[in-house]
């Protein structure tokens, strides 16, 4: 109930500020937008092979990238130098058309889950948490070596996320999804997200009415951003 009301009053609260530009001498304004830039089982490769089309070419002035849970997976396992190399060039190439950045850590996992999918022995002795340690310590490093704006995603959620088989988990299981996933959201999970990127967005105080949220199925969300997508609540609490 209260995350609800929290949600109500901020939209109440929102309005909307398009930025000026001139056209011929004569000012206009450019109606704000956030594009969903995120697609399923992606990794940093499949992020660089696309960047251009999907990221660059809306010239945004506001990046949210999050990426890593698949390059620690079985199927798309990329190494943690060859992921970090790739990230930093992902990062650099943003930069390069002066949009600021926001990177995030990747989420927590329920891990009965994941193993039905990815082999429990690929993980060595660090298991998974280990190495999603080791990523989550990179994608922060690489923040602080460019001076970017960083959510400790992965701490919301393992702070109130209840990651469990209980209903009230946020990501999906057999009970809230009928589906043993335990790595996606569920829609509230999403909200969760929106509601904390909005937040950490709002004390930035620099410009993000071209926005862009990069990255796998965890920002894609069911596509677009209409749907049950964090870049879809953002833009409804952003009034885009």
């Known amino acids: 109930m209260q995350r609800r009301q929290f949600l109500q009053t901020t939209l109440a609260a929102t309005s909307l500020a398009f930025p000026e530009t001139t056209v011929s001498g004569k000012q206009v304004y450019e109606k704000p937008f956030i594009i969903n830039a995120g697609i399923g089982g992606n990794n940093t490769v499949d992020l660089l092979a696309r960047i251009d089309k999907d990221c660059l070419s809306h010239k945004p002035d506001f ?46 996992v329920y891990e009965p889950h994941l193993y039905t999918r990815h082999e429990k022995s690929f993980y060595g002795e660090e298991g998974h948490r280990g190495r999603k340690e080791k990523v989550n310590e990179t994608i922060k490093k690489v923040a602080d070596d460019n001076k970017l704006h960083f959510l400790d995603m992965h701490r919301v959620f393992d702070k109130v ?23 996606h959201p569920t829609p509230e999970g999403y909200r969760t997200m929106a509601v904390a990127v909005y937040e950490a967005l709002i004390r930035t105080g620099v410009s993000y009415n071209r926005l862009v949220c990069f990255g796998d199925s965890i920002t894609n969300g069911g596509g677009g951003v209409e749907g049950n997508s964090y870049p879809g609540y953002l833009k409804k609490l952003l009034g885009y």
């Open 63 to 108: 990046t949210i990238l999050m990426i890593g849970t698949n390059d620690m997976n079985s199927k798309k396992y990329i190494p943690l130098p060859e992921y970090e190399k790739n990230l930093r060039k992902i990062v650099e190439m943003i930069l390069d058309v002066k949009s600021q950045i926001m990177l995030m850590t990747i989420l927590p």
């Open 161 to 183: 996320g209840n990651i469990s088989e209980e209903r009230s988990s946020l990501l999906q299981n057999t009970l809230n999804s009928q589906k043993t996933d335990g790595v």
